[in-house]
Every structure is written in structure tokens, then in C-alpha cells.
């Protein structure tokens, strides 16, 4: 099921990648800058796992900021060279879920959640990724995650009688 509107799921991005862009676009009415920014999330999201720092070259602006989990601040150079002890190039799956787009003319904020599987590599987490058109060429210009918590189970309530 693709959902229409500003939520694309991991199936529509698929769809999309398979060559029915046009469809899926006339479908929701999805403006074609989502589409291609979803596309390049994709080629973001493999690069990462794949740890290609010429892809990461390419998508990323020179002036990108990262700021990471622990709250660091990267440039560029750093954050391509941060991918080296990254768990993500690890982990057997790196994936995409509850992407959401919002475009402003040249500027185009994607957010979504990001997970990881793996003996030691499991993560879950929230990104905020900000794309800017420039001379014609798309590329990040801003990244922030954050992880997610894991849910702690509710303990049962206890009767004061218990003590």
C-alpha cells in the first residue's frame, strides 16, 4: 500500500526506485522534488551502510553539519571519516521507516526513524535531514539524529499492604 500525501513508506520508495515514480506521483500527487529527494535518501541510506565515502562525497554539501547522537558536531571531512568506526556499515540491515518530506521550494526536510539489526549493532533512532537544491544539484546541507529510547517495561503497582 502506498500512502499518499507527505508520508512515504518503505514500500513507496521502493516503487519508486523501480521505475514507477511517475505513477506513484500522478497516484498521490506527489510533486516530483519528492520524489527525488526520496531517491537520494536511498542512495544516503545505502552509502551509509555500505560505508561509500564517494557517495557520502557527493551527496554531502562542503558545509554540511552533522550532529550526532552524543550530541558532536561534524564537518564533512569529519563525519565521512567518522563512518569508519560507525556500527551502521556493520550491521547486516540498515533501514528506513515513518519517512516524512516537507518541501519549501529549494529546501526539503526529510525525517524519518533509522534501525539497525545485529549482535552489538542494534539501534533505533529519528533523523532530521535537510536538503538544499543548489545550482541544480540536490545535497545535504544539515543531519541531526537522535536515538531512541528503549521502553522500559511498566512495573506492577504495589500494595502498601505488601510491606
Known amino acids: 500500500m502506498i500512502e499518499c500525501g507527505l508520508t512515504a513508506t518503505w514500500k ?35 552509502a551509509q551502510h555500505q560505508n561509500d565515502s564517494d557517495a557520502l562525497s557527493s551527496l554531502l554539501a562542503p558545509d554540511v553539519t552533522f550532529i550526532g547522537t552524543s550530541g558532536s558536531l561534524r564537518d564533512r571531512a569529519d563525519y565521512i571519516t567518522s563512518r569508519a568506526a560507525s556500527s551502521i556499515p556493520r550491521s547486516p540491515t540498515y533501514e528506513y521507516d515513518e519517512v516524512r518530506v516537507r518541501v519549501f521550494g529549494s529546501v526539503v526536510i526529510v525525517t524519518g526513524r533509522e534501525s539497525t539489526t545485529g549482535q552489538g549493532t542494534a539501534f533505533q533512532g529519528r533523523f532530521t535531514h535537510v536538503w538544499a537544491q543548489r545550482e541544480g544539484d540536490w545535497r545535504l546541507v544539515a543531519i541531526q539524529r537522535t536515538d531512541v529510547a528503549q521502553q522500559v517495561p511498566e512495573l506492577p503497582a504495589v500494595s502498601a499492604d505488601a510491606f
Open 12 to 46: 513507496g520508495r521502493v516503487l519508486a526506485l523501480l521505475g514507477v515514480a511517475g505513477a506513484v506521483a500522478s497516484a498521490c500527487g506527489t510533486p516530483r522534488t519528492e520524489v527525488t529527494v526520496l531517491r537520494l535518501e536511498d542512495r544516503w541510506r545505502i
